[in-house]
Nanobody, 124 residues
Framework: QVQLVESGGGLVQAGGSLRLSCAASGRTASSYTMGWFRQAPGKEREFVAGISRGGSSTYYADSVKGRFTISRDNAKNTVYLQMNSLKPEDTAVYYC?????????????????WGQGTQVTVSS
């Protein structure tokens, strides 16, 4: 098993930046494909970005492509989400998740482990 703890959320103005971190403990993060998801009030949880075990492959939702960057430091058991040019519609709770399967997927059901989430609020 792996335990995930997100941090770095907060309130930012439109056009600003935030960097989210996801610290993994227990089984090493390099054993998992990692993903970031978000959920806004009244909406379903949606995929934001994913990264392969070694970090060589990444995948992004169209809504964040070119603005967000996912990365990982397996030596530190940490995954990051750099968010630039933030928009009010990026406001949501952001979750880090771990998938034990090889290969990137946007399906939340493929991810077995989830963090508690961190709130990101973008004001206009």
């Amino acid at each position: 098993q792996v335990q995930l703890v997100e941090s770095g959320g907060g309130l930012v103005q439109a056009g600003g930046s935030l960097r989210l971190s996801c610290a993994a403990s227990g089984r090493t993060a390099s054993s998992y494909t990692m993903g970031w998801f978000r959920q806004a009030p009244g909406k379903e949880r949606e995929f934001v970005a994913g990264i392969s075990r070694g970090g060589s492959s990444t995948y992004y939702a169209d809504s964040v492509k070119g603005r967000f960057t996912i990365s990982r430091d397996n030596a530190k058991n940490t995954v990051y989400l750099q968010m630039n040019s933030l928009k009010p519609e990026d406001t949501a709770v952001y979750y880090c998740a771990a998938d034990p399967n090889v290969g990137l997927t946007i399906r939340p059901l493929s991810y077995d482990y989830w963090g508690q989430g961190t709130q990101v609020t973008v004001s206009s």
